[in-house]
């Protein structure tokens, strides 16, 4: 860690200080929020940081901030979604670092009795018992509200009981009591206040994502946006990434 930070102060001291745009999706947000101070201290960046999420048509979604020609230095987000950027020439060849894994998990609102997921059977019952059940418009709710519920043999008894949860984290909607179930990313449903995390999804139907950063095409600071995406990619940011509820890359 020491050589890390003494590395990163040299190349600060031989570099000018730059304003690094970073668009990032919510499963990597808490990691980044913990490391993102150690980053700005050891090399004199400043970050400059909106969310949205990785995929979908809402107006803070990643996609739509760039068709819509918000500035991006570093995009942070589901990989699949990052490689569809770079086939429509908005990430820069080659530039892409994969950071974590991540896995589904499910929450029920603080105080109310949290179903037992552990088998397959258990997460079958508890979706059959609940009234309203919430989903992202990333690679989750993509699962959740498709091949999830085909494995299950549930999606015709599902139909009218599921909400598509956009511009908030989906444990919000049950927070509030809207929903009784939220599914999403371990990560995304850990730092929402008012809900209990059950769990992840058992073993038997659980749906793995890679979250990767990039380098945007029309990088203003590629240079400094490729030495943001080492340290999230580095030793520096490992602890954070376990914390928050990811999964570390070997």
Do not use: C
Not at 162 to 176: D, I, K, N
């Amino acid at each position: 860690m020491r050589w890390l930070v003494l590395m990163l102060s040299l190349v600060a001291q031989a570099a000018p200080a730059a304003e690094i745009q970073v668009m990032i999706s919510g499963g990597f947000t808490a990691a980044y929020r913990q490391v993102a101070p150690g980053f700005e201290a050891s090399t004199g960046h400043r970050l400059v940081t909106v969310q949205g999420g990785s995929m979908g048509t809402a107006p803070t979604a990643i996609p739509m901030r760039l068709q819509n020609g918000e500035p991006a230095d570093v995009l942070v987000m589901v990989g699949e979604a990052l490689d569809a950027l770079q086939q429509q020439g908005r990430v820069v060849p080659g530039s892409r670092v994969a950071l974590a894994n991540s896995a589904i998990g499910m929450a029920v609102r603080q105080g109310a009795p949290k179903p037992d997921i552990r088998t397959v059977e258990g997460l079958r019952q508890a979706l059959l018992a609940a009234r309203g059940v919430g989903y992202s418009a990333s690679a989750s709710g993509r699962y959740v509200n498709g091949p999830l519920f085909e494995r299950l043999g549930i999606t015709a008894q599902m139909q009218g009981r599921t909400r598509l949860v956009q511009g908030e984290p989906v444990a919000s909607a049950v927070a509030r009591g809207d929903l009784d179930l939220a599914f999403q990313q371990v990560s995304e449903l850990l730092p929402v206040a008012g809900i209990q995390f059950v769990g992840p999804l058992p073993e038997a139907v659980q749906h793995y994502t890679i979250f990767a950063g990039g380098v945007a095409a029309a990088a203003r600071q590629p240079e400094a946006a490729a030495a943001l995406l080492r340290y999230l990619a580095g030793p520096a940011a490992r602890a954070a990434i376990e914390a928050s509820g990811l999964l570390p890359l070997p």
